[in-house]
C-alpha cells in the first residue's frame, strides 16, 4: 500500500529503516568513535539523548560504560530495544535503559557527567529560542563540571554544503527476493537556515514494479558558531572544545563538521562552596 506524501516525523514514519539510512552516512564511524572515546572517560552514566534505534548506547554499554537513551519516539525505542534483547550478554542489558521523553522536559534521577546529543540532532532546535531552551535544559541534567556533547554539519550561508543535493542513499536486497532503494532530497531555505527534507522509500519487486513507497518530510535547521557560542555563554555552559571532525582537527574554514563539548559552568552556590572555578582542559581521545 501507498502511503499518502504529508509531512511525517521520519523517525517515526521510517524507524524500521533507519539504521540502513545512517549506515550511508560517511560521518557515521567517525562518530561513533568520537562519542565512545568521550564516554570512556566519563565517571558514572552517560546520558544519550535522541537515542534512536540505539546505535550508539549499544557500542558504549558493549565496552562497559552505562547509558540512559532518551527519545521521543516509541517506534524508534522498540527498534532498539529488540536489538538489546537480542545481545545475550546479562551485564550489557543491566547497563542500557531506555525512556521516552521529551529531551526538553526529560530529567535523570541524578545529574550525569556526560550528556551527548549525537549525528546532528541539534538541526531539530536550530532557532535561539529552541537552541537555548535545549543547552537549558541539558544543564539541569548534568552534574557542576558536566559535559555536553553534540555534532552538526556545516552549511554556508547561501545554504551550500555537504547536504544540499538529492540522490539515493540506499539501493539493496531484500528478503524474498524484493529490494528497496531509499532516496534522500533537501532544499536549502537561507532566510529560515533550515534544509526542507524528504525521504521516500521504494521496495520493488524482481520484475521492478514497486510494491510499498513511504514518504516523510521534515525540516532540519542549521546552527552557525556563533549561534552555538551565544546560546552556551547564556545557558550556563563554556566551551571546552570546538572540532572540525571527528578525529578532533581544529575547526577552521574548510571545516564540514562542528563537533562541540561544552562544560557546564558552575552556579554560584558552586562557586562559593569550593571557591574556586574550574579550569578548562581539553578532550583526550
Given at each position: 500500500m501507498t502511503a499518502p506524501h504529508a509531512p511525517a516525523?521520519?523517525?517515526?514514519?521510517?524507524?524500521?529503516?533507519?539504521?540502513l539510512w545512517v549506515s550511508t552516512d560517511p560521518a557515521r564511524a567517525g562518530s561513533e568513535r568520537f562519542y565512545l572515546d568521550l564516554a570512556l572517560s566519563a565517571n558514572g552514566p552517560?546520558?544519550?539523548?535522541?537515542?534512536?534505534?540505539g546505535r550508539i548506547a549499544l557500542a558504549l554499554a558493549a565496552v562497559g560504560v552505562p547509558v540512559v537513551g532518551v527519545d521521543n519516539a516509541p517506534e524508534m525505542l522498540a527498534v532498539a530495544g529488540s536489538k538489546l534483547a537480542a545481545r545475550p550478554a546479562l551485564p550489557l542489558q543491566a547497563a542500557v535503559e531506555l525512556v521516552q521523553g521529551d529531551v526538553l522536559t526529560y530529567r535523570?534521577?541524578?545529574?550525569?557527567?556526560?550528556?551527548?546529543?549525537p549525528l546532528r540532532?541539534?538541526?531539530?532546535?536550530?532557532?535561539?529560542?529552541?537552541?537555548?531552551?535545549?543547552l537549558s535544559s541539558v544543564r539541569e541534567m548534568l552534574q557542576p563540571d558536566g559535559l555536553f556533547a553534540f555534532d552538526h554539519f556545516v552549511v554556508h550561508a547561501d545554504g551550500a554544503g555537504p547536504l544540499a543535493q538529492e540522490e539515493v542513499v540506499y539501493a539493496g536486497p531484500l528478503i524474498g527476493g524484493c529490494s528497496l532503494v531509499l532516496r534522500h532530497s533537501q532544499r536549502a531555505a537561507p532566510q529560515s537556515q533550515e534544509l526542507l527534507c524528504e525521504l521516500r522509500a521504494q521496495v520493488r519487486l524482481a520484475g521492478g514494479s514497486v510494491s510499498e513507497e513511504r514518504c516523510c518530510s521534515y525540516v532540519l535547521g542549521w546552527?552557525?558558531?556563533q549561534d552555538v557560542r551565544h546560546a552556551?555563554?547564556?545557558?550556563?555552559?563554556?566551551?571546552?572544545n570546538l572540532f572540525g571532525s571527528f578525529d578532533q582537527q581544529p575547526f577552521g574554514p574548510g571545516s564540514r563538521e562542528q563537533v562541540w563539548v561544552l562544560r557546564r559552568r558552575p552556579s554560584r552556590p558552586d562557586l562559593l562552596s569550593t571557591g574556586h572555578t574550574t579550569p578548562g582542559s581539553r578532550v583526550h581521545s
Amino acid at each position: 500500500m501507498t502511503a499518502p506524501h504529508a509531512p511525517a516525523d521520519p523517525y517515526r514514519r521510517m524507524a524500521d529503516l533507519y539504521d540502513l539510512w545512517v549506515s550511508t552516512d560517511p560521518a557515521r564511524a567517525g562518530s561513533e568513535r568520537f562519542y565512545l572515546d568521550l564516554a570512556l572517560s566519563a565517571n558514572g552514566p552517560v546520558l544519550e539523548l535522541g537515542t534512536g534505534t540505539g546505535r550508539i548506547a549499544l557500542a558504549l554499554a558493549a565496552v562497559g560504560v552505562p547509558v540512559v537513551g532518551v527519545d521521543n519516539a516509541p517506534e524508534m525505542l522498540a527498534v532498539a530495544g529488540s536489538k538489546l534483547a537480542a545481545r545475550p550478554a546479562l551485564p550489557l542489558q543491566a547497563a542500557v535503559e531506555l525512556v521516552q521523553g521529551d529531551v526538553l522536559t526529560y530529567r535523570p534521577a541524578a545529574p550525569v557527567g556526560l550528556a551527548v546529543l549525537p549525528l546532528r540532532t541539534v538541526g531539530h532546535f536550530h532557532t535561539p529560542t529552541r537552541l537555548h531552551a535545549l543547552l537549558s535544559s541539558v544543564r539541569e541534567m548534568l552534574q557542576p563540571d558536566g559535559l555536553f556533547a553534540f555534532d552538526h554539519f556545516v552549511v554556508h550561508a547561501d545554504g551550500a554544503g555537504p547536504l544540499a543535493q538529492e540522490e539515493v542513499v540506499y539501493a539493496g536486497p531484500l528478503i524474498g527476493g524484493c529490494s528497496l532503494v531509499l532516496r534522500h532530497s533537501q532544499r536549502a531555505a537561507p532566510q529560515s537556515q533550515e534544509l526542507l527534507c524528504e525521504l521516500r522509500a521504494q521496495v520493488r519487486l524482481a520484475g521492478g514494479s514497486v510494491s510499498e513507497e513511504r514518504c516523510c518530510s521534515y525540516v532540519l535547521g542549521w546552527v552557525s558558531v556563533q549561534d552555538v557560542r551565544h546560546a552556551a555563554h547564556s545557558a550556563g555552559f563554556e566551551v571546552q572544545n570546538l572540532f572540525g571532525s571527528f578525529d578532533q582537527q581544529p575547526f577552521g574554514p574548510g571545516s564540514r563538521e562542528q563537533v562541540w563539548v561544552l562544560r557546564r559552568r558552575p552556579s554560584r552556590p558552586d562557586l562559593l562552596s569550593t571557591g574556586h572555578t574550574t579550569p578548562g582542559s581539553r578532550v583526550h581521545s
